[in-house]
Each structure stands twice: as C-alpha cells, then as structure tokens.
C-alpha cells in the first residue's frame, strides 16, 4: 500500500516539474497573460515551491515520497532530490541548477509581463 501511494507520488511530483518547466514556457513567451486563472494557479504553485524551499531546505513532495518508501521498505527511500534521482542521465550543472534557474526566470518574466503596458492599453 505504501509503496503504491509513493509510486503515486512520484507521479504527481513529475508532473508538477512538468508543469513548472510549461509555466515557466508560457511566462518567458507571455502566453499565460491570455489565460488569468492559469497565470494565477502558477503564481501559487510558484509561491508553494519557494516557500517550502525556503522553510524546509527541500521539495515537501520529496519528503513524503521517500517517507512512504521507508514505510513500505527501510532503505528503501533516495538519498538525492527528486529529479537527480529519477533523471541522472542530465549534466550536473542542470541537477544542481535547473530548478533554481527554472523559477527564477519564470517569476521574472511573469513580473516583467505584469508590469508590460498591454497591447490593449497602447491601442
């Protein structure tokens, strides 16, 4: 059971990194101004990252994935972040740094696009 409920997990975190790297496309290419409910549930998912980064040192979803594997398997649980553990295949540079880089470039292009005069207010 706790072994499926981390494999679940792991799922629903992948495709929260997926959705940070599309939030972070749709920000640097203003494409999110059309869709304000979308470009708000970022800016929270955005504001949950950073939080829990700041206050904890680590991915809350992280934690409680290998704490379900602990439960389901002592030992069983990675040492490493989540994306180093499930894709080490990438350069170091961008284990270390892409999320980072990633959020970073996300919130300030959001704020530049925020700050924009819209196309609307030049017409």
């Known amino acids: 059971m706790y072994l499926w409920l981390a494999n679940l997990l792991a799922l629903v975190h992948g495709l929260v990194v997926v ?11 203003g494409a999110s101004r059309r869709y304000r409910r979308w470009h708000a549930a970022y ?23 290998n704490a379900l594997r602990e439960r389901a398997r ?10 180093p553990h499930y894709l080490p295949f990438l350069p170091p540079f961008v284990l270390r740094w ?26």
Request: one cysteine or more.
């Open 19 to 29: 959705l940070v790297l599309a939030g972070a496309v749709a920000f640097l290419l």
């Open 43 to 65: 800016w929270v998912l955005l504001a949950l990252i950073v939080a829990f980064d700041v206050l904890l040192g680590e991915c809350v979803l992280t934690t409680w994935e």
């Open 74 to 83: 002592p030992g069983s649980g990675y040492r490493d972040a989540f994306i």
């Open 98 to 123: 892409g999320g980072t880089i990633v959020v970073t470039a996300a919130i300030l292009a959001g704020l530049t696009w925020r700050w924009l005069p819209r196309r609307r207010d030049r017409d």
